[in-house]
């Protein structure tokens, strides 16, 4: 036909290390690719190994990039042609992502949940609207209305509103605490929550035009107060079957809450005695390996079926988990107790992934960027699983079980 254009293939706003699965799953869906990033990530060896003709690297200078940023580079690099798929990577990439989405109308996750998920205030005033079970919490202006509203709980958990991987999060028991953090942070606005107790859960849970395709209930273990540093995920949780729906089917409900279309998600909640209670949401790439972990327990490519679903193709899932799988964060000891030949290869039984170069002592983490590596691995079932890690952490045969 005159004048007939081709569409682009697949644009992923943001890749960084994690992120690189999507342009070994794209090839495989026989897309052309274009990749904005920054120039940094582009230069590492393992993203270079995986750049190919296929594959157009848009690379971004600036280390402090804003919204529009993502957008405008996007839009240029694609032109008077749509995309047939646009994928966000991180946080800074979900608004970008989803302004090219519904320009161009193809799948998203929909302009409302990509705004709502990017502050907490926003998730928290949706969310009560819904009726979903939160903790109480407040919006603080200044440093005197935060602590009087801290007064009458005694210890509350304090957050940046527009934060990601747990920086700036912490509990604090005291005025003194409060007013340390505050002075550390400097935060314009900030979050006020109620503390909860429980275990602690996330759901990673697939939407396909408007409605859920697919969710697994991952368990977390962290080094507990005052900073929950996330040191451990397992796929799936091992919970009993009631606990296992309900979690998964609140996590469906604070998506629904947010207005969540077609994409990923990511809902982080507590188990308590009235039931699940969440913490937050996130309508992207989830980070920690999660993606790497659930695929293995569950025997998919989980970065495909995103890309699926962004091109608007049917997906491809399994109904029940294959095995179990697990990420798990070594401190600076374990790491020297580990047998490790090859730090990016299969080097053990069971282990699909390593990342593992340096890490300090767990007691000095106050976030998930203090960790220094990560380890996936995966067996039949739980039990086995538990026998992996002793076999990888021989110095510490008594470690937390699956």
Same mark, same amino acid.
């Given at each position: 036909?005159?004048?007939?254009?081709?569409?682009?293939?697949?644009?992923?706003? =943001?890749?960084?290390?994690?992120?690189?699965?999507?342009?070994?799953?794209?090839?495989?869906?026989?897309?052309?690719?274009?990749?904005?990033? $920054?120039?940094?990530?582009?230069?590492?060896?393992?993203?270079?190994?995986?750049?190919?003709?296929?594959?157009?690297?848009?690379?971004?200078?600036?280390?402090?990039?804003?919204?529009?940023?993502?957008?405008?580079?996007?839009?240029?690099?694609?032109?008077?042609?749509?995309?047939?798929?646009?994928?966000?990577?991180?946080?800074? $990439?979900?608004?970008?992502?989803?302004?090219?989405?519904?320009?161009?109308?193809?799948?998203?996750?929909?302009?409302?949940?990509?705004?709502?998920?990017?502050?907490?205030?926003?998730?928290?005033?949706?969310?009560?609207?819904?009726?979903?079970?939160?903790?109480?919490?407040?919006?603080? $202006?200044?440093?005197?209305?935060?602590?009087?509203? @801290?007064?009458?709980? =005694?210890?509350?958990?304090?957050?940046?509103?527009?934060?990601?991987?747990?920086?700036?999060?912490?509990?604090?028991?005291?005025?003194?605490?409060?007013?340390?953090?505050?002075?550390?942070?400097?935060?314009?606005?900030?979050?006020?929550?109620?503390?909860?107790?429980?275990?602690?859960?996330?759901?990673?849970?697939?939407?396909?035009?408007?409605?859920?395709?697919?969710?697994?209930?991952?368990?977390?273990?962290?080094? =507990?107060?005052?900073?929950?540093?996330?040191?451990?995920?397992?796929?799936?949780?091992?919970?009993?079957?009631?606990?296992?729906?309900?979690?998964?089917?609140?996590?469906?409900?604070?998506?629904?809450?947010?207005? @969540?279309?077609?994409?990923?998600?990511?809902?982080?909640?507590?188990?308590?005695?009235?039931?699940?209670?969440?913490?937050?949401?996130?309508?992207?790439?989830?980070?920690?390996?999660?993606?790497? @972990?659930?695929?293995?327990?569950?025997?998919?490519?989980?970065?495909?079926?995103?890309?699926?679903?962004?091109?608007?193709?049917?997906?491809?899932?399994?109904?029940?988990?294959?095995?179990?799988?697990?990420?798990?964060?070594?401190?600076?000891?374990?790491?020297?107790?580990?047998?490790?030949?090859?730090?990016?290869?299969?080097?053990?039984?069971?282990?699909?992934?390593?990342?593992?170069?340096?890490?300090?002592?767990?007691?000095?983490?106050?976030?998930?960027?203090?960790?220094?590596?990560?380890?996936? $691995?995966?067996?039949?079932?739980?039990?086995?699983?538990?026998?992996?890690?002793?076999?990888?952490?021989?110095?510490?045969?008594?470690?937390?079980?699956?």
């Amino acid at each position: 036909m005159s004048g007939f254009r081709a569409p682009n293939g697949l644009v992923l706003v =943001g890749l960084g290390s994690q992120g690189r699965p999507y342009l070994v799953a794209g090839r495989r869906l026989g897309l052309s690719m274009t990749v904005i990033d $920054h120039a940094a990530n582009f230069a590492t060896p393992e993203t270079r190994r995986l750049l190919g003709e296929d594959v157009r690297a848009i690379p971004l200078q600036s280390d402090t990039l804003v919204s529009s940023d993502w957008y405008t580079a996007a839009c240029e690099a694609l032109g008077d042609r749509p995309p047939e798929g646009v994928v966000a990577f991180s946080e800074d $990439h979900v608004i970008p992502a989803a302004l090219i989405a519904d320009e161009y109308h193809r799948p998203g996750t929909g302009l409302r949940a990509a705004l709502t998920s990017r502050d907490k205030t926003l998730q928290r005033a949706a969310f009560a609207r819904r009726g979903i079970n939160q903790p109480r919490w407040h919006h603080v $202006h200044d440093f005197d209305e935060g602590a009087q509203w @801290m007064a009458a709980l =005694g210890r509350v958990v304090v957050k940046p509103i527009d934060r990601a991987g747990s920086e700036g999060v912490q509990l604090v028991t005291s005025l003194e605490e409060l007013k340390a953090w505050y002075g550390t942070e400097r935060p314009t606005t900030f979050l006020l929550e109620e503390f909860v107790d429980g275990p602690e859960f996330s759901v990673e849970v697939l939407f396909q035009a408007g409605k859920p395709v697919f969710a697994n209930v991952t368990a977390k273990r962290t080094t =507990g107060p005052p900073y929950f540093v996330e040191v451990g995920h397992l796929a799936p949780a091992r919970l009993a079957e009631d606990d296992y729906a309900q979690l998964r089917s609140s996590a469906v409900a604070v998506l629904d809450a947010l207005g @969540m279309h077609s994409g990923i998600a990511h809902v982080e909640l507590r188990q308590t005695d009235t039931g699940p209670v969440v913490m937050e949401a996130a309508v992207r790439t989830p980070g920690d390996y999660i993606m790497d @972990m659930v695929g293995a327990a569950w025997g998919i490519d989980l970065f495909e079926q995103v890309v699926r679903i962004a091109c608007g193709r049917p997906v491809e899932l399994p109904s029940t988990p294959v095995g179990a799988a697990e990420v798990v964060f070594p401190d600076a000891d374990e790491i020297a107790g580990l047998r490790i030949t090859d730090p990016h290869g299969s080097w053990a039984s069971g282990v699909v992934l390593s990342t593992v170069t340096t890490a300090s002592e767990a007691t000095g983490w106050t976030d998930n960027l203090s960790r220094g590596g990560a380890l996936v $691995h995966m067996a039949v079932d739980h039990e086995s699983l538990v026998q992996n890690r002793r076999c990888l952490f021989p110095a510490q045969p008594n470690g937390n079980e699956a």
